[in-house]
Every structure is written in structure tokens, then in C-alpha cells.
């Protein structure tokens, strides 16, 4: 299994960034995906997260409102649409593949991950 973000980059608050996960070796239509991201010097936590067919979507609560998980099962790629971006949202962003029919928010439940984009967003 490859999961390959891509997307990031610099931008001022309030910008927009939409990051993009391609997968291969796995059916990718029966998989829940999710983002984590990773800030300097702290752990890695949960962004968002979306059932095998879209239906069934989380986020953080501190991404609401501001970002939007969405799927292309004919594309094999998860997107990750964010706006009003802040400095807090600045880390590495990752996707993840799960087994099973569940979304999750936790971390230890992903098997597959991708290798990371860097966003940083300017004050």
C-alpha cells in the first residue's frame, strides 16, 4: 500500500490550501481515510476522517467549520480542503488508510500511512 500526500506549501492566515492523498495497492473504495497532522515539537493528532463511501465524516473540532475531507473512489485520492487557515494549523499533514467499515479518530488504528506534506501558514 501507497498513500502520497501532495499539496502543501506556504501560505498567509486566512489562505486556502487543498491537500490530496493518491493511493495504489489497495482497494481503495472499501478503505475509511483520514488526515492526521504532527506541529513541532508535539504529537500527532487527528484532523479528519471519512467512511469507505463519503457518508460518514469527522473532523477535529479545532478544523470545523474551516476544512472539508472529501473522496474520489474512481481517482483513488482523498482531499483535504482547508480554509481561513491560522498559524496553529501550521505541521505536517498526513493521510492514513484503515480496515473495516468505521471511521476513527485514532491514530493507532490506521495501518497505512502516507509520508507527510508540510503546510505552514504565515502570520
Known amino acids: 500500500v501507497q498513500l502520497q500526500a501532495s499539496g502543501g506549501g506556504l501560505v498567509q492566515a486566512g489562505g486556502s490550501l487543498r491537500l490530496s492523498c493518491a493511493a495504489s495497492?489497495?482497494?481503495?473504495?472499501?478503505?475509511?481515510l483520514g488526515w492526521f497532522r504532527q506541529a513541532p515539537g508535539k504529537e500527532r493528532e487527528f484532523v479528519a476522517a471519512?467512511?469507505?463511501?463519503?457518508?460518514?465524516?469527522s473532523y477535529a473540532d479545532s478544523v470545523k467549520g474551516r476544512f472539508t475531507i472529501s473522496r474520489d473512489n474512481a481517482k483513488n485520492t482523498v482531499y483535504l480542503q482547508m480554509n481561513s487557515l491560522k498559524p496553529e494549523d501550521t505541521a505536517v499533514y498526513f493521510c492514513?488508510?484503515?480496515?473495516?467499515?468505521?471511521?476513527?479518530?485514532?491514530?493507532?488504528?490506521?495501518?497505512?500511512w502516507g509520508q507527510g506534506t508540510q503546510v505552514t501558514v504565515s502570520s
Open positions: 492514513a488508510a484503515k480496515y473495516g467499515s468505521r471511521v476513527s479518530k485514532l491514530e493507532y488504528e490506521y495501518t497505512d
Open positions: 495497492g489497495l482497494t481503495f473504495s472499501r478503505y475509511p
Open positions: 471519512i467512511s469507505w463511501s463519503g457518508a460518514v465524516i
